[in-house]
């Protein structure tokens, strides 16, 4: 390991100040032994295989994903891991490598030919066979977190599911981000009726690959302050005593896959609702 960190501290002299954005830089053609590290990874990911994933780290690898502690060892790897993937599509801005340890930098989409949402540093060690295997693998999300409770938008949409960790996080985010394209003076919360402690290791991870940085975020329960500052209340497959008789309006969603199941089939679900419902919200306010 401390090849490879002296290897990088060394690369990162010589690289110019002021780079653009990863989105913005193109596409470096790897070596087909680097590029066989990526094309494998993918595979891997689209299958949600899980142990094909750890086989590609060194014995002693480390997977270091936004939100979550150091994870080490192909059996944690593995291990945290299990039940994650979906489509994927890696690119490769830039690479190196001089002996037995190399690295690549690139950035990573859902779709291939769409923007950017993350990057990654992957580093590598030559192993006796010739075959590359990844040391370390280091990711963020391209979006900044935001506050689950900025005020600065004229009206706020409170997402409620049972424990405030999960839908209701994922419906907020998306909420938000259209709102943010569309330039509604709306803003998304999440709740839950009775929150968990924190976001889900393996739900974190979905999140960040999807732009939203749960690290640090606190699941809060919901209260009446809550739907008093609200403008429109939606309840994602749960009921709750504070939701009778009020004036807000109260949108049901009660056919939302279960994203512990199937994170893709729950997110998209839910996206295909957000224009509708922003869309209502906007005539809403007109008519006020």
């Keep these: ?46 299958r949600k295989d899980a142990a094909a994933l750890a086989a590609l780290f060194t014995e002693d690898g480390f997977v270091l994903s936004s939100g979550n502690p150091p994870i080490r060892g192909r059996a944690q790897i593995e291990k945290h891991y299990a039940g994650q993937g979906g489509p994927l599509a890696l690119r490769a801005l830039a690479f190196a490598s001089e002996g037995a340890i190399g690295y690549v930098i690139g950035g990573f989409a859902r779709t291939k030919g769409e923007p950017d949402i993350g990057k990654f540093t992957l580093t590598l060690r030559k192993e006796g066979s010739g075959r590359w295997m990844i040391v370390s693998d280091m990711d963020n999300a391209n979006a900044r977190r935001q506050a689950a409770d900025d005020d600065s938008a004229s009206g706020r949409v409170v997402f409620i599911c049972e424990h405030g960790t999960v839908k209701s996080v994922m419906a907020a985010h998306w909420f938000n981000r259209l709102a943010a394209e569309r330039k509604a ?51 994602i497959g749960i009921d709750s005593p504070l939701l009778a008789a009020i004036k807000v309006p109260v949108t049901r969603w009660n056919d939302i896959p279960p994203a512990s199941e199937d994170y893709a089939a729950s997110r998209d679900a839910m996206r295909a609702r957000m224009g509708a419902l922003l869309d209502s919200l906007r005539s809403s306010a007109t008519k006020e």
């Design 1 to 46: 390991m401390r090849s490879v960190a002296a290897f990088l501290i060394a690369w990162s002299i010589v690289m110019p100040a002021g780079a653009e954005t990863p989105a913005a830089l193109p596409n470096v053609t790897l070596p087909a032994p680097l590029a066989r590290v990526l094309a494998d990874y993918e595979a891997a990911w689209q």
């Design 185 to 235: 003076p709306f803003r998304a919360i999440s709740r839950g009726v009775a929150p968990d402690d924190a976001v889900p290791a393996r739900v974190a991870q979905n999140l960040a690959a999807d732009g939203f940085d749960a690290a640090g975020f606190k699941p809060q329960r919901l209260d009446k302050a809550d739907i008093a500052g609200a403008v429109q209340i939606v309840a």
